[in-house]
């Protein structure tokens, strides 16, 4: 379904979008980077207003989010179309295709959330929930007009301008942001985007809600000692406290490099683990992703793969009664 985009400026007889750094400039019939925005009749859209590609029900541990009600499960729905076109993409049958969809109103979405045990609420994913701003901008506000317990969770590649995302961002309780390396040679080349404006999302967001940051590690592109450490010391300037998860690429669509060594996920995680508070890996087997309090190493959250035991109560060390970043 067709809705108009809210962030544009007229140029002529064309419009610039206004939702994401591409500020593309969009002629009629034609589609901005992201497949999904176009310009019908004069009129500014996006085509895939409430068109739901995916839906399940995933733990919060698998978006991830191990910070943010721990052992919880969340509705996770997702569209079609990115503004990033990372050659490693494990979702790109949506992110670059336009799939066969299921049309969900935001009142029909609102329904679904109370009526699944051990339901949090509901997390915007699969594709980049960014590209379906015009849908999860009405769900969220929706979703907390009627029930403000209930969770909206962002998982997203943090490629949005100031303005829409302040918009949203007081409908929002936790996002997990990707930052997928520290160079503009990586996001130009593998990415098609620019570091930057990923930067400024996180820095944005931290203010408003749980943030969480997940760094997928390319063999040879991303996973140098240096890269890892700057990536941290970045994290540990906005907040050390953000939780950060390290992930094993393995080879995807047009990425043909082998499978990311273990042991550089596991000297990534050291040299992270300098800088932040909780460093966890994913994509491994067998690694310990417990949380332990940052002060005295009680354990306080047990994880095997998506099985997890909750030791803490609230956002204190039950042993030493230091404070956690940390939302039961
Ligand atoms: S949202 Fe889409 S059309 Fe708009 S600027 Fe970004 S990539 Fe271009």
Not at 64 to 78: A, N, R, T, W
Not at 153 to 178: Q, R, S
Not at 213 to 228: A, P
Request: glycine share 6%; hydrophobic share 30%.
């Amino acid at each position: 379904m067709g809705k108009k985009i809210p962030f544009y400026e007229e140029v002529k007889d064309k419009v610039r979008c206004r939702i994401c750094p591409h500020n593309c400039l969009i002629d009629e019939d034609k589609f901005g980077i992201c497949g999904v925005r176009t310009l019908e009749s004069k009129v500014p859209i996006a085509i895939n207003y409430g068109e739901v590609t995916s839906m399940g029900v995933d733990p919060i541990e698998k978006k991830p989010l191990y910070h943010f009600k721990p052992s919880k499960d969340i509705l996770s729905i997702g569209s079609f179309g990115c503004n990033m076109t990372c050659s490693f993409c494990q979702n790109y049958e949506i992110s670059q295709g336009k799939p066969q969809t299921q049309y969900i109103n935001v009142e029909k979405l609102i329904g679904i959330i109370p009526t699944i045990e051990n339901n949090i609420g509901v997390a915007f994913t699969y594709n980049e929930p960014f590209m379906w701003y015009e849908y999860i901008y009405d769900a969220a506000k929706g979703i907390k007009e009627s029930n403000t317990d209930t969770s909206v969770v962002v998982v997203t590649n943090g490629y949005i301008n100031e303005e829409p995302l302040k918009k949203l961002l007081p409908y929002v309780d936790a996002m997990n942001i990707d930052l997928k390396g520290y160079t503009n040679r990586y996001y130009n080349n593998i990415c098609g985007a620019k570091l930057e404006p990923v930067l400024e999302t996180i820095k944005r967001c931290s203010e408003y809600c749980h943030v969480e940051i997940t760094t997928l590690l390319v063999s040879e592109e991303n996973d140098s000692l240096e890269e890892s450490r700057q990536i941290a010391e970045f994290i540990a300037s906005v907040d050390e406290n953000i939780p950060l998860h390290l992930s094993r690429y393995f080879p995807r669509y047009k990425m043909e490099n082998e499978a990311t060594k273990i042991e550089k996920i596991t000297e990534a995680q050291n040299e992270a683990k300098k800088y932040l508070k909780h460093v966890y890996v994913g994509n491994v087997q067998g690694v310990d992703n417990n949380t332990y309090c940052d002060n005295c190493n009680e354990l306080l959250i047990e994880r095997n793969g998506y099985s997890t035991n909750v030791f803490i109560k609230d956002n204190k060390c039950p042993k030493c009664g230091k404070e956690i970043n940390i939302i039961l």
